[in-house]
Structure formats: structure tokens, C-alpha cells
């Protein structure tokens, strides 16, 4: 799956935004246009703890671990289900979105 469809799935499945017909502008929490060139939690670590905070109010708890940001780990595990998802990444961003697209799957 390519970058661009992984923040697709995951602005639709996690964060529960809507794409504005088929432009490149979303609706977003408060229910105002953005444009989603501007959000790509795969690249920006401010993004990806938004959908960190967004699985957290769904009922996910975390546990992230990285040794000096090398080879981050996430651990979620569901309060109600007690489902569990591993993921790692290259980076903090790209293991939460990896954990994300996991719970969505």
C-alpha cells in the first residue's frame, strides 16, 4: 500500500473524517474544510500522536517504546476487548500509523 493510501485509510477508518467529494480537502473534527496535503502523519510526528489520541479516545491504551527514536515499538491493547496489536517502524510516526492501519484492518 502506498504512503498516500495509508493516510487515506487512516483519516477515514481512525480519525473518522470525510474527503470532500473528491478533492483533496477534508471535513474535519469541527466540521471545516482542510487540505489534506497539509496532515500526513507518516511524516510528521505532531499527525501521528493526533491518531495516537484518537485510538486512545476509541479505548485503546499504548505503550510506545523507542531507544534514542531507534526502532520504535508500539503496543495497543483494547480496555474493553483486551485485543492487542504489535507494530514497529523507522520512526515513532510510521509505528503508530503501522499500529493504526492494524487496528483498522
Not at 502523519?41 to 485510538?55: G, M, S
Not at 508500539?74 to 509505528?95: M, N, P, Q, S, Y
Amino acid at each position: 500500500m502506498e504512503d498516500k493510501e495509508i493516510v487515506l485509510t487512516i483519516a477515514t477508518e481512525v480519525m473518522g473524517w470525510e474527503r470532500h467529494e473528491e478533492t483533496d480537502f477534508w471535513h474535519g473534527d469541527n466540521g471545516n474544510f482542510f487540505n489534506s496535503s497539509l496532515w500526513n502523519p507518516l511524516q510528521n510526528i505532531a499527525d501521528a500522536w493526533q491518531v495516537l489520541k484518537r485510538l486512545e479516545a476509541a479505548g485503546w491504551e499504548w505503550e510506545l517504546k523507542a531507544a534514542n527514536h531507534l526502532h520504535p515499538s508500539i503496543k495497543l491493547t483494547h480496555g474493553v476487548t483486551l485485543r492487542k496489536v504489535f507494530a514497529h517502524g523507522d520512526d515513532e510516526a510510521k509505528t503508530i500509523c503501522n499500529a493504526a492501519m492494524k487496528v483498522v484492518a
